[in-house]
């Protein structure tokens, strides 16, 4: 078996039921909005509405979304009591349930990584500096009913990523992290995913800022992205897939204003972040696990937040980011050959968080 990534279980915009991506952003009253593709691999979208108001906690930050153990979608976002709080569909593309609390007392939002078995964990950053996480007692089912802490002296919110297989002695998940030194720290699962490490090891690196990104390349190696202080965007992976080595950090260059997203296109990872600009720029390796573009190109846009990636039915990347004027903006691939729309359009609203 290969490796995969949990790419559909860490942000707000996600490839689910119908075929269609779905896309959830924070309202202006603290409510949570979605909307849709109106069919598969389309342009256009339908308008907003609010998930129901039963239990609603007042959210904020950006909310995530991840597909459930019966391929409905769920949604978590911290509330403003510190708590994550989750709603999720009664059944796929179906009425959606009550808001309900996974408790805790957050400093971060939450991240959520999906496990083997197909059940749901939630990480976020404590006030504490650690990593704290809840996970679902079975796929599907009731939660753990508490939160569990991975330690560690850290800055900022996690990155989490999932082993389709398990890579060495028992790996399943691997959790990274800046630490206070502005280095990138990483913890994993050990016993086929029964526990943890039990501490912190560092990837060292450039002075970084904000949440790394951990992605899995075609090799099926980890591989982790990174904003650093020079506004270059920087990256190492691991020499080889599930071995724990990993390889010396590389400058991609670059005059970013922060942190990157990454995706797997037809010839191996591509990597989008906001410019000092406003515009989105990206760059992609040529080939997989060989040399990259060489330079970074834009895609215009006048936007003002991380740009955050999702992939069509057909393959075909969407581009969706936030812009000055608190609407959500989005481009798109119009061909195989990846030639993108070269334009943004707008999904309307005002938001204040995605």
Same mark, same amino acid.
């Given at each position: 078996?290969?490796?995969?990534?949990?790419?559909?279980?860490?942000?707000?915009?996600?490839? !689910?039921?119908?075929?269609?991506?779905?896309?959830?952003?924070?309202? #202006?009253?603290?409510?949570?909005?979605?909307?849709?593709?109106?069919?598969?691999?389309?342009?256009? +979208?339908?308008?907003?509405?609010?998930? $129901?108001?039963?239990?609603? $906690?007042?959210?904020?930050?950006?909310?995530?979304?991840?597909?459930?153990?019966?391929?409905?979608?769920?949604?978590?976002?911290?509330?403003?009591?510190?708590?994550?709080?989750?709603?999720?569909?009664?059944?796929?593309?179906?009425? @959606?349930?009550?808001?309900?609390?996974?408790?805790?007392?957050?400093?971060?939002?939450?991240?959520?990584?999906?496990?083997?078995?197909?059940?749901?964990? *939630?990480?976020?950053?404590?006030?504490?500096?650690?990593?704290?996480?809840?996970?679902?007692?079975?796929?599907?089912?009731?939660?753990?009913?508490? @939160?569990?802490?991975?330690?560690?002296?850290?800055?900022?919110?996690?990155?989490?990523?999932?082993?389709?297989?398990?890579?060495?002695?028992?790996?399943?998940?691997?959790? +990274?992290?800046?630490?206070?030194?502005?280095?990138?720290?990483?913890?994993?699962?050990?016993?086929?995913?029964?526990?943890? +490490?039990?501490? %912190?090891?560092?990837?060292?690196?450039?002075?970084?800022?904000?949440?790394? *990104?951990?992605?899995?390349?075609? #090799?099926?190696?980890?591989?982790?992205?990174?904003?650093?202080?020079?506004?270059?965007?920087?990256?190492?992976?691991?020499?080889?897939?599930?071995?724990?080595?990993?390889?010396?950090?590389?400058?991609?260059?670059?005059?970013?204003?922060? %942190?990157?997203?990454?995706?797997?296109?037809?010839?191996?990872?591509?990597?989008?972040?906001?410019?000092?600009?406003?515009?989105?720029?990206?760059? @992609?390796?040529?080939?997989?696990? !060989?040399? @990259?573009?060489?330079?970074?190109?834009?895609?215009?846009? #006048?936007?003002?937040? #991380?740009?955050?990636?999702?992939?069509?039915?057909?393959?075909?990347?969407?581009?969706?980011?936030?812009?000055?004027?608190?609407?959500?903006?989005?481009?798109?691939?119009?061909?195989?050959?990846?030639?993108?729309?070269?334009?943004?359009?707008?999904?309307?609203?005002?938001?204040?968080? +995605?």
């Amino acid at each position: 078996m290969g490796l995969v990534s949990n790419e559909k279980c860490d942000q707000p915009v996600i490839y !689910g039921p119908g075929e269609r991506i779905h896309v959830f952003a924070q309202g #202006r009253t603290g409510d949570i909005m979605y909307c849709q593709q109106a069919e598969p691999n389309g342009t256009s +979208f339908s308008g907003w509405e609010s998930l $129901p108001h039963n239990h609603h $906690p007042l959210t904020t930050g950006s909310p995530v979304a991840a597909t459930t153990f019966g391929a409905g979608l769920e949604v978590f976002a911290r509330g403003l009591d510190g708590a994550i709080w989750h709603t999720r569909q009664r059944e796929p593309g179906g009425p @959606w349930g009550d808001w309900e609390s996974l408790g805790g007392r957050l400093a971060g939002g939450p991240v959520i990584s999906e496990t083997n078995a197909g059940g749901l964990e *939630v990480y976020a950053y404590g006030w504490d500096g650690a990593i704290w996480h809840t996970w679902q007692v079975e796929p599907g089912g009731a939660w753990f009913g508490g @939160w569990a802490s991975l330690g560690g002296v850290l800055a900022d919110s996690p990155s989490v990523n999932r082993y389709e297989a398990y890579a060495g002695p028992g790996r399943e998940r691997e959790v +990274f992290a800046r630490g206070i030194d502005n280095a990138i720290w990483h913890t994993w699962t050990v016993e086929e995913g029964k526990s943890w +490490f039990g501490g %912190w090891d560092t990837l060292g690196g450039p002075m970084t800022v904000g949440t790394p *990104v951990a992605y899995m390349d075609t #090799r099926g190696a980890m591989a982790v992205f990174a904003y650093g202080a020079d506004n270059a965007i920087w990256h190492t992976s691991q020499r080889s897939p599930g071995v724990p080595e990993y390889r010396d950090w590389e400058s991609l260059g670059g005059r970013l204003a922060g %942190w990157p997203t990454a995706k797997l296109n037809n010839n191996g990872q591509e990597v989008f972040a906001l410019g000092v600009d406003r515009a989105i720029w990206h760059t @992609w390796e040529i080939e997989p696990d !060989g040399a @990259w573009f060489g330079g970074w190109a834009s895609l215009g846009g #006048r936007l003002a937040g #991380r740009p955050v990636v999702a992939a069509n039915k057909d393959g075909r990347l969407q581009v969706f980011a936030y812009g000055p004027d608190g609407a959500i903006w989005h481009t798109w691939q119009e061909d195989d050959s990846g030639a993108w729309f070269g334009g943004w359009d707008t999904l309307g609203e005002h938001m204040t968080g +995605f």
